[in-house]
Structure formats: C-alpha cells, structure tokens
C-alpha cells in the first residue's frame, strides 16, 4: 500500500505558478504509476498529469499540456506537479493518485491510492 499527502497549494494570480508536491510513503513506490487529478467547485474530478514508474514517460491533459510538468524522485518517494501561465480556470483542489497499472489511466477508478487534495485558486 501506499499512503499520499498533497502540499504546496495556495492562492495565485493569473499568469502566476505554482508547484505542489505529494509526498508517498511505502517502500515500494517506484512501483506505481502516478497521476495528478484536479476538481473544480460543481464539477466531476479529471485527469491532469500521469508519469510512468521510472519517470522516463508524461502524459497531460491537453488543457494544460506545455503549462504543467509532473515529474518524481523515487529516492524521495515524491511526485511533483509545476504549474505556470495559471488561468482562473485551473481553479480547482488537486489530488495525487497511484495505480499499479501498466498504461496510460485517465480515470478515476484507475487509481487505487488518493491524498486528501491541496486548494489551488487563481485569481483573475
């Protein structure tokens, strides 16, 4: 099993950035896949980032694809998430999921493992 916690949220103006955080604990975590959600007030929880175990792959929503990079330090057991060119439509709480499944996982059922979500909020 694995255990995540999210940090680095905060309040930030438009054009501004923003890096969170997650950390893992479990000592098998480059045996995870790891992805960044996101959950606007109203709407359904959706896909942002996902990184293969070693990291050597990305892959991003197309609505924030060029303005974010996830990326991760197995020896840290953290995966990170640097946002910038913030729109006040990336106004969301973020969660970090892990799935021991092989493959590109968009969904949310994908992912076995949850933290608690970090608030992101852009001001415009």
């Known amino acids: 099993q694995v255990q995540l916690a999210e940090s680095g949220g905060g309040l930030v103006q438009a054009g501004g950035s923003l890096t969170l955080s997650c950390a893992a604990s479990?000592?098998?975590?480059?045996?995870?896949?790891l992805a960044w959600f996101r959950q606007a007030p109203g709407k359904e929880r959706e896909f942002v980032a996902q990184?293969?175990?070693?990291?050597?792959?990305?892959y991003y929503a197309d609505s924030v694809k060029g303005r974010f990079t996830i990326s991760r330090d197995n020896a840290k057991n953290t995966v990170a998430l640097q946002m910038i060119s913030l729109k006040p439509e990336d106004t969301a709480v973020y969660y970090c999921?892990?799935?021991?499944?092989?493959?590109?996982?968009?969904?949310?059922?994908?992912?076995?493992?949850w933290g608690q979500g970090t608030q992101v909020t852009v001001s415009s």
């Open positions: 479990g000592r098998t975590f480059s045996n995870y896949r």
């Open positions: 999921a892990a799935t021991v499944s092989l493959g590109l996982r968009i969904g949310v059922g994908d992912y076995n493992y």
């Open positions: 990184i293969t175990r070693t990291g050597a792959a990305t």
